[in-house]
Each structure stands twice: as C-alpha cells, then as structure tokens.
C-alpha cells in the first residue's frame, strides 16, 4: 500500500505559470519534506514542516512556497517556474522520533 | 561545512560483490543512510545505521562505518542484475551525496 503518495506524477507547466505538487501520507508522520533532483544530482533539500512549523533552507529560491493544511497533505507551490526549476520533486515523511524517511515517487517537473 | 562525497560509478559482475564508499563531513551526525534510487523512480531507504555502531548487516547488505575518518560504505553481496541503480549516502536526512551509479554486468 503506498504510504506517501506523490500527485501527479508528472506536470508540465508554461514558463512563468504557477504550479502547484501535491503530497500526501498515510502515515501520520510529523514531518514532511520537499525536496528538488535535477538530473544526475543528489536531492536537495527546499523546506520542511515539523507539524505546522514550517522550516526553510536558507538558499530555498523565493519563487518556491508551501502549505500544509493538515497533517496528511503538503503541497509545494512555484509561484514562476523558471527553466532551471525543471526536475524532479520528492516529497518525504518522518516521525521525529526514528528520523527515518520514506519517499514518495516523486512528481516530474517539466517547465516550456 | 557539511559535504557527503561518493565515487561517482561502479561496475561489477552479476555475483560478485560491491562495495559503495561515502565519506560525511559532520561529525555530529546520528544517523548515516543509504537509499537506493531506480531511474525515474523516488528513493527507497535500504538502510540505516546510529553512529555508535560500527556495522550493520542486513541479509545481502552490510554497512561499516568508521566514526574516526568519517568514512561510510555498503557492501551488496552477490550483487543482482535488479541492484543496478543509483546509490545515496546521506547524513542526518538532509544532506545527500551526489550518488554512486552501480552497474552490474550479466
């Protein structure tokens, strides 16, 4: 059964036009993260939320946003996607007690 | 500051095994991972390891870990054709290195 479900699995947005990934677990874990893979990298970390605090990297882009409206659900919002935001988006859950994550499949970000 | 470096690529023969190496900057870290990434697929945890332990081993996985040179690496016995993919080390969750691309030969 999936446990962190990641929509859709692929998006195509127009340069310039907002987006937004969706997240979302069944694991009632604490913690939700968003990360960003471009091709051939490690993923990086963008931000994460401890419950509802949220937590941002300090060299997360502007251009990138999140809510989380409840535990379940977090959604990663790109408010002008550029050429250079095309990549892959993974969304991961952790409890803060074992610190062990799982993934989503992560969403595929193609931007025109 | 915080870096996780990896050899870049590997090529071993189906059954023979393979040693991936990874080496972690902070010493505070209390957890050393390692993922497993299929192409255009999400990661998959493989396993963990506390950093007051030395080794973990896993069925076909084991994990040493050197505290004192910070030097992380896991050990696929009788690698498989279904283990070529990319391989993460990974301290504290969030810092990733660039990942070892394992390739197996039949």
């Known amino acids: 059964d999936a446990m962190v479900i990641q929509n859709p699995r692929y998006q195509v947005t127009q340069f310039g036009k907002p987006v937004t990934l969706s997240c979302s677990q069944t694991?009632?874990?604490?913690?939700m993260y968003w990360y960003q893979q471009k091709s051939s990298q490690a993923p990086k970390l963008l931000f994460h939320?401890?419950?509802?605090?949220?937590?941002n990297e300090a060299d997360t882009p502007d251009n990138f946003q999140s809510r989380r409206p409840n535990t379940s659900f977090c959604f990663l919002d790109i408010r002008s996607p550029g050429l250079g935001d095309a990549a892959m988006y993974l969304c991961?859950?952790?409890?803060?007690?074992?610190?062990?994550?799982?993934f989503g499949p992560g969403t595929r970000l193609t931007v025109l | 500051g915080e870096d996780v470096e990896q050899s870049l690529f590997l090529s071993v023969r189906e059954g023979d095994s393979s040693v991936i190496n990874c080496t972690y900057t902070d010493s505070s870290s209390t957890y050393l991972y390692w993922y497993k990434q299929e192409p255009g697929a999400g990661l998959q945890l493989l396993t963990y390891?506390?950093?007051?332990?030395d080794m973990k081993q896993d069925q076909r996985l084991t994990v040493l870990l050197n505290k004192k040179d910070k030097h992380l690496s896991l050990r696929i016995a009788d690698t498989q054709t279904g283990d070529s993919a990319i391989y993460f080390c990974a301290e504290n969750k969030v810092i990733f290195g660039p990942g070892t691309s394992l390739s197996v030969i039949p």
């Open positions: 991961a859950t952790s409890t803060g007690g074992t610190d062990t994550q799982y």
């Open positions: 390891i506390f950093s007051n332990m």
């Open positions: 939320y401890y419950d509802k605090d949220f937590n």
């Open positions: 694991l009632n874990h604490n913690v």
